[in-house]
């Protein structure tokens, strides 16, 4: 079945093949895969053929055939999400590449590269990239994207790009809009001023579902766009907006009566006279208790009247929050890529 699999995409034949199919069945290390090559289908390999034949591997070679793919069978590509992870090496030494830097994997004493990856709205991996381990995971939205169009010759309003709050930035907005792509990313509601807060917490989510306007905001060039943003409530995710703040607080007032080391980082603390803790501030709680159950999303795609073979409008707020939800993909692929 993986073979056929393998064969459908239209990569080589060959030791590869042999490589890709072990790693799906039998995901350990290479010595590893070599002796399940070995023992179940009788394919001798010494290690160092396989080093050598990684090192020929055609990255741009194999990705085209991975694009080609998915634009064959979406009959071209016009929704694509892009999100980062790390790997990390267990050595000690830093290189031009493998540098210390945040760790999704938690390893934050090794060095690690960051990778980029762009799927297809079926999850299908087709693209990626990797930078050095200590650059920030919002540094290399915009050079991935820009290598990406590029590469693809994709034509800018034909594409839509969606990608997390992490990748969320003004100068990564600015690029986007500079470069005329369509986009669905997330907002960060915390981070927000209180004048564009305060509509948003005034509507009433159970009589309109969705909260959905359109501010115009000047890009670098000069020139004046609109960007729109969409918020949704859940009234699970309200619940546990809620369990998490309390639980935090708790053990936060239990440190502070016990007298135990705390992190002062947090921002429910109150710091006085060169940093001592004086208890929980009551009142930074009851303002993040607004933001509870609400998501937002920014894009700068339109609301479009429906056509006469249409049900309904194009990109309704749900449709928006839809796409940006299938992320979920991107962050499979990579458990799927890195997990034994």
């Not at 564009?196 to 890009?219: E, R």
């Amino acid at each position: 079945i993986f073979g056929h699999v393998y064969d459908s995409v239209g990569f080589p034949d060959g030791l590869l093949r042999d490589l890709v199919v072990a790693r799906i069945v039998y995901p350990k290390s290479k010595l590893a895969t070599i002796r399940y090559l070995d023992q179940y289908l009788g394919i001798k390999l010494p290690i160092d053929k396989v080093y050598r034949f990684l090192d020929t591997c055609d990255k741009n070679e194999l990705t085209k055939i991975a694009f080609d793919f998915v634009s064959k069978k979406n009959n071209g590509v016009a929704l694509i999400f892009y999100d980062v992870t790390t790997l990390y090496f267990e050595v000690n030494d830093e290189d031009d590449l493998r540098k210390r830097g945040y760790s999704k994997d938690h390893k934050n004493e090794l060095p690690q590269i960051v990778i980029g990856l762009f799927v297809d709205k079926d999850g299908y991996p087709f693209d990626f990239d990797f930078y050095e381990g200590s650059m920030f995971e919002g540094h290399t939205f915009p050079v991935a994207v820009k290598a990406l169009v590029e590469k693809y010759k994709f034509k800018s309003d034909d594409l839509v790009i969606v990608a997390d709050a992490g990748m969320l930035s003004e100068k990564n907005i600015n690029f986007l809009e500079a470069e005329n792509l369509n986009y669905i990313v997330g907002a960060r509601l915390k981070g927000l001023s209180e004048k564009i807060k305060k509509p948003i917490f005034l509507h009433d989510f159970t009589k309109i579902s969705f909260f959905d306007t359109i501010y115009q905001i000047k890009i670098d060039n000069g020139d004046i766009r609109d960007k729109r943003l969409i918020v949704d409530y859940s009234l699970t995710r309200a619940k546990k907006d809620n369990y998490n703040r309390e639980r935090l607080v708790k053990k936060l007032e239990e440190k502070i009566n016990s007298k135990k080391p705390l992190i002062r980082k947090s921002k429910y603390l109150i710091l006085e006279n060169q940093g001592t803790v004086t208890g929980v501030d009551t009142q930074k709680v009851e303002l993040d208790k607004r933001h509870d159950g609400l998501k937002g999303y920014w894009t700068n795609l339109k609301l479009e009247s429906k056509d006469q073979d249409q049900s309904q409008n194009k990109n309704e707020p749900q449709e928006i929050i839809d796409q940006y939800h299938n992320l979920w993909k991107v962050e499979k692929a990579f458990r799927m890529s890195k997990s034994d």
